[in-house]
């Protein structure tokens, strides 16, 4: 596998031969297929099944001790969740036993974002069904589930997929239209034969996958510990240590400071304008930084914040508690994304989600910043909720941080900045690798199942 994928084209390598003899399949995103191979019809080779709508089924009838509930959530894998799930009533699971869920059976999300995830039961611990964004393919005689779980995961079947689907707004993919999807079929035993290559090759691809995200993980592990350790105990390993008598920060060197972080920044609080008044969104000026923009914080490598999704007038901002807060601003995200932050370069205003802090002479903003992004676990400590996560602004009025010499600070930041900018690096290239061998487990599938090559006899 390691020969093949180090090729520009992996699947065109040498070590998979093709067929001996192919012909067309009247298929114009198919092309030709092996000279054996029949195309048939979905809806001619197994059962389509789906329920829109369980009689108005709600969330208040889950139950604690029921029957398994799928949806898509549950699927997305390469094993299925049976453990996350909610749970429905006997009276409910036997309103619809024809997606009584048995081993075998393929699962494909027909609605929303997640149109197309397609997966296979292998095992069933507990009676389950599925909901209504879910369908059940039930293979018939002479398909085997597993081909016909690989043909559909295919790239081709993906992109068929994505051009079928219909409805308005939520896109939707139509029992009747997976009927007349086509499947390009060999005989049973090869297709046994091609399920089981696929099965040993893509296990392998996943487990260098699941190492290098393993990688990954200990990357931003390392990446917390350089700064943490940075803002709490300076780089100067040789200097007398004192105890600071916070928590998370420990001992820190003797020449610095230990402060509520309000002590050394004017902590200020976000605000939206009425929507119900729609002048105060008429002739907007102001960049206003919202939960749209979040995804900016998100990013370990940007320090500054970019352009805000929307703006708000200065009408707006007058008719609100919202403030125009001055560039340099440290901004930190108290609901959500919790803990994560970003420094204003212009003047801007929030909306509630964060908490802003404007800096004073003795604390720079770019090693406040690295201060937030050091102490993530006491963000967890702090944070309230399990859906909807937030920490509450009287703790966040307590949060403390050390405080060095400016000068010392500036230090602090620059040496961060060296030692997480090297990080990035190792980071993107192993991102980079993941890439590309999802791409070739993506190419492999389609070949084997589409016949563009033979892997009859590799499996043992």
Request: one cysteine or more; aromatic letters at 8%.
């Amino acid at each position: 596998m390691s020969a093949a994928f180090e090729t520009k084209n992996p699947i065109a390598a040498q070590k998979w031969r093709p067929y001996p003899e192919y012909k067309n399949s009247g298929i114009e995103w198919l092309c030709d297929i092996p000279l054996d191979w029949q195309v048939h019809k979905l809806g001619s080779k197994c059962s389509v099944k789906a329920r829109l709508g369980w009689k108005g089924l709600k969330a208040a009838e889950y139950v604690d001790n029921g029957y398994i509930f799928l949806a898509t959530p549950n699927i997305k894998e390469r094993d299925i969740d049976f453990e996350n799930v909610d749970h429905i009533t006997p009276a409910r699971y036997f309103e619809s036993p024809e997606i009584m869920l048995r081993v075998g059976d393929v699962l494909v999300a027909k609605d929303g974002a997640t149109l197309g995830i397609t997966n296979l039961i292998r095992k069933l611990p507990a009676p389950a069904t599925v909901n209504g964004s879910i369908a059940v393919l039930r293979p018939k005689p002479g398909l085997d589930s597993s081909f016909l779980y690989y043909w559909l995961s295919s790239d081709y079947s993906q992109q068929v997929i994505q051009r079928m689907k219909g409805g308005m707004g939520v896109p939707h993919l139509f029992q009747a239209d997976l009927r007349k999807f086509v499947v390009a079929c060999p005989a049973l035993t090869e297709q046994i034969a091609i399920a089981a290559f696929l099965d040993l090759e893509t296990a392998k691809i996943d487990a260098l996958i699941a190492k290098r995200q393993q990688l990954i993980v200990l990357l931003e592990e390392k990446r917390a510990a350089l700064i943490s350790r940075a803002v709490t105990k300076g780089l100067d390993p040789s200097v007398p240590m004192k105890d600071s008598d916070i928590s998370w920060l420990g001992k820190i060197p003797a020449h610095w400071g230990a402060y509520r972080v309000k002590h050394v920044a004017k902590l200020r609080s976000g605000h939206t304008p009425s929507r119900q008044h729609p002048e105060y969104w008429v002739g907007c000026s102001i960049p206003w930084f919202s939960l749209a923009d979040v995804w900016q914080i998100r990013e370990e490598s940007r320090e500054y914040l970019g352009e805000t999704n929307e703006r708000i007038s200065e009408l707006g901002l007058a008719n609100s508690a919202a403030e125009l807060l001055p560039s340099g601003t440290v901004v930190l995200s108290r609901t959500a994304s919790v803990g994560f932050s970003g420094i204003m370069p212009c003047p801007m205003a929030t909306t509630q989600d964060f908490a802003n802090w404007v800096c004073g002479p003795n604390i720079r903003p770019e090693y406040l910043l690295y201060v937030f992004r050091g102490m993530g676990q006491e963000f967890k400590r702090l944070t309230m909720g399990s859906t909807h996560q937030t920490i509450y602004m009287p703790d966040i009025g307590k949060l403390c941080t050390a405080v060095p010499p400016p000068e010392e600070q500036d230090k602090i930041v620059e040496f961060i900045r060296a030692q997480t900018a090297r990080l990035s690096v190792l980071k993107m290239s192993i991102g980079d690798q993941i890439g590309k061998l999802k791409e070739y487990r993506t190419a492999l599938i389609s070949a084997a199942v589409t016949g563009k090559i033979d892997v009859r006899g590799e499996v043992q």
